[in-house]
């Protein structure tokens, strides 16, 4: 070949190489996600021991990422900011559907009781009653959870509002929107009226040796319940290297595993996150609340007699009867 276009060619090559960016060196860290249903600097110390225990098993730093609402949680893990962590049902649904995550393990309750229940609580003494609530007279100031919380809004909407046809919005005479630790102090200090919330979280707040914690749990009351919730799922990113994934399984299914004196140093640590040893799981846990969104979603098309919608919410509910047909039997 030409000696001229030899060095031609490689000259366009080394400008080819210097004008495209390389690829970003992969991270070292692990990024762990945690909910935030409660306030960071309460979570920050619960969660601390756990994460110190995860990086001295993996060899690696692990850093935990905490957000004021679960959509911060999905769109990190969506934009590979994060590689795993703990969401609510409703949130970790949209972290496997937009975010590629998958569900690899669940939490499991400390009352030995599988899952948990939404509630609407009042300030005790009130005379506020589920019937007074219900009127809709616009009188009440109202607590909602996150938009993407499944005790805080999905459950109610399921529940409650959605089959009385009662739109909160319309109902009350304001509606906020709050983490649960902020709902239980805005009932029991008399900022709001009612708000949803739900036994974890209520559960949580009686683990807490505070003057304003012990208060608190004297100064409200549940007026209504929801069905049992499954427990919150642990989700992963799936495009995770497989030998990342393994090393992390061993941790999370051996923490706090057995009759040593380490294991139960590990069991106080998840006792203070609220969880027994961590269970294995996949997609299918998230089969109950597919079927609280699908439900709500058929409600609301009923009444607003939207045929369309209607069908649609009804195919949905049938795929989920034949995928909960298909699941192995409950150990």
């Known amino acids: 070949m030409n000696r001229r276009i030899v060095l031609a060619l490689a000259a366009v090559l080394a400008v080819s190489a210097c004008g495209k960016p390389g690829a970003p060196p992969p991270r070292k860290e692990i990024v762990f996600s945690i909910l935030s249903a409660e306030s960071q600097s309460s979570a920050e110390k619960d969660w601390a021991p756990f994460l110190a225990d995860m990086e001295k098993a993996l060899g690696r730093p692990v850093k935990a ?44 309750n400390t009352t030995g009781i599988d899952g948990y229940e939404a509630v609407i609580i009042v300030k005790k003494g009130s005379g506020i009653t589920l019937d007074k609530i219900l009127k809709c007279d616009k009188t009440l100031n109202f607590g909602m959870g996150d938009p993407k919380s499944t005790s805080g809004t999905l459950a109610p909407m399921t529940y409650l509002f959605a089959p009385r046809k009662i739109d909160p919005a319309q109902c009350f005479r304001t509606v906020r929107s709050a983490n649960h630790e902020s709902n239980l102090f805005s009932v029991a200090s008399g900022v709001l009226d009612a708000a949803t919330n739900n036994t974890a979280s209520i559960d949580r707040l009686s683990l807490l040796n505070t003057d304003i914690a012990r208060q608190t749990m004297k100064d409200i009351e549940i007026v209504w319940r929801s069905p049992r919730i499954p427990e919150d799922p642990l989700i992963w990113r799936k495009d995770l290297d497989p030998e990342l994934k393994k090393k992390l399984g061993d941790f999370m299914f051996s923490y706090g595993v057995g009759d040593t004196d380490e294991a139960k140093r590990q069991r106080a640590i998840l006792a203070q996150i609220q969880t027994l040893p961590f269970k294995h799981a996949d997609d299918s846990h998230l089969i109950p609340v597919r079927e609280m969104e699908a439900t709500e979603q058929l409600v609301e098309a009923r009444n607003k007699n939207d045929a369309a919608a209607i069908a649609k919410a009804e195919a949905a509910l049938a795929q989920i009867a034949k995928e909960k047909a298909a699941l192995p039997p409950a150990p």
């Open 65 to 108: 990422f905490y957000a004021s609402n679960y959509t911060a949680l999905i769109e990190a893990m969506r934009f590979d900011q994060t590689d795993l962590g703990w969401f609510t049902n409703q949130s970790g649904l949209e972290a496997v559907r937009r975010a590629g995550g998958e569900v690899f393990a669940r939490s499991a």
